[in-house]
């Protein structure tokens, strides 16, 4: 029996950066609502509710990275270098705020510098995912397979909206994660935000699954041709079932459900790009199989793929039933 040993990986991989976008999401959001909160004590309780699990959520971005550069190398030869200057920053993002995990805890006198760091970083982090995601979609240039296009071609109107999409998004997870997992007045004021960023994160939504289908022809025709065309009408009744689960859930003063119905609209929401996408690994010329290793290849890094993601689904599993309920405000991370 012959396995389709490129879609499996493109699976694989797809299922790495879903992971992260939904458990990396959140702690970026706790950084990206911090200045909203200027109290010292209801800082150290959001950043003790994301301590126990923020770089273990990390895996899933350097799995879905190295398992790109190794299975797809001709997609990660032609991506990075149009896409250098989004990922450097959002590397550069993601230092600040895991320096000020360590940091923040250790000073008074410059404990102002790592709060911004914190919220900098992540709100930069954020933006950068945001602007690499709309230069993907939008499509890159390739010839001769190698990059064809220019330093600035990532920086569009698109990928600004993209950008500024996920920021919102993301906030609206730091928010129903916060709800789910502190009390108080800190969750009530949490409440208050993930009801603007929710409406904020559907109306981004709409906007970017409009253009979206206008920026290709190829997408065009999969959003609204035969039989794709009936994702275009079920995914968008979805997202108004989990908008109203998570408007539900926070009006009756539920801990578990908004943040629930947050990852929902994630996963529609990639679900709507993996429909774009599919079968391009690097849209508009370059399909899954066009990027893949040889299949010897595929075939010896999957047998390691079979045993290493189980082993970071226990032990993030694990990490999350260890750490569950809400935070002690008198315990954290010192």
């Known amino acids: 029996m012959d396995f389709d040993l490129p879609f499996i990986w493109a699976a694989l991989i797809a299922f790495a950066v879903l992971a992260y976008v939904v ?168 409440r208050d935000i993930a009801l603007i960023c929710a409406a904020a994160t559907v109306v981004d939504m709409g906007i970017v699954s409009l253009w979206t289908p206008f920026l290709e022809p190829a997408y065009l025709e999969r959003w609204f041709g035969w039989p794709t065309a009936v994702f275009s009408i079920i995914v968008p009744l979805l997202v108004l079932g989990c908008l109203y689960l998570l408007l539900k859930g926070i009006r009756e003063r539920h801990d578990v459900q908004p943040f629930v119905a947050a990852l929902g609209l994630f996963v529609l929401g990639y679900a709507g790009i993996g429909i774009s996408f599919y079968p391009y690994m690097v849209p508009p010329s370059l399909t899954i199989w066009d990027a893949a290793a040889p299949n010897e290849s595929l075939a010896f890094l999957l047998v390691g793929a079979l045993v290493l993601v189980p082993i970071i689904l226990a032990y993030t599993g694990y990490a999350y039933w260890v750490f569950r309920g809400k935070v002690d405000p008198e315990e954290g991370y010192h």
């Open 23 to 190: 458990l990396d999401g959140f702690d970026l959001g706790v950084g990206i609502l911090f200045p909203l909160f200027p109290q010292k004590h209801d800082r150290d309780v959001m950043m003790n509710s994301v301590a126990p699990v923020w770089d273990g959520n990390e895996t899933w971005l350097v799995l879905g990275g190295g398992g790109l550069m190794a299975v797809f190398p001709l997609a990660y030869a032609t991506v990075l270098p149009a896409l250098y200057a989004p990922i450097i920053a959002m590397v550069i993002g993601l230092i600040f705020r895991g320096v000020a995990f360590e940091y923040r805890w250790r000073t008074r006198r410059g404990e102002f510098l790592w709060n911004w760091a914190f919220a900098a970083g992540s709100m930069l982090a954020a933006f950068a995912q945001g602007l690499a995601l709309g230069a993907l979609v939008q499509g890159i240039p390739i010839e001769n397979r190698a990059y064809a296009g220019g330093w600035w071609d990532w920086l569009t109107p698109f990928s600004l909206m993209t950008g500024i999409a996920v920021v919102v998004g993301y906030a609206l997870l730091g928010a129903t994660w916060l709800i789910m997992k502190t009390q108080g007045e800190l969750a009530e004021r949490a």
